[in-house]
Nanobody
């Protein structure tokens, strides 16, 4: 049984920053891809950033240079550092972990950018 939990969301002013974390627990031998998605109200869920087990990263064009993704394999954790935040970054942020051939989703963490 694998459990995936995101944390670190909240309310932040435009231009501010947050650090999201996503931790997997349970019986885990190897985590391949670790991805961050987001879903804004009324919109489809979109891939924001991805990192492979070798450290290769990929980003959506809308967040390139602002949302560095990193992972700490010993802790089964992936991070998303969100910087220079804009109102359009408001969304529920989800992580998706590819573990031994299965995709696991967390419950999401709300990020709101507002004055």
């Amino acid at each position: 049984q694998v459990r995936v939990v995101e944390s670190g969301g909240g309310l932040v002013q435009p231009g501010g920053s947050l650090r999201l974390s996503c931790k997997a627990s349970g019986t885990i031998f190897n985590i391949n891809a670790m991805d961050w998605y987001r879903q804004a109200p009324g919109k489809q869920r979109e891939l924001v950033a991805a990192i492979t087990n070798s450290g290769t990263t990929d980003y959506a064009e809308s967040v390139q240079g602002r949302f560095p993704i990193s992972r700490e394999n010993a802790k089964n954790t992936v991070y998303l550092q969100i910087a220079c935040m804009k109102p359009e970054d408001t969304a529920v942020y989800y992580c998706n972990l590819f573990i031994t051939g299965v995709h696991y989703w967390g419950q999401g963490t709300q990020v709101t950018v507002s004055t």
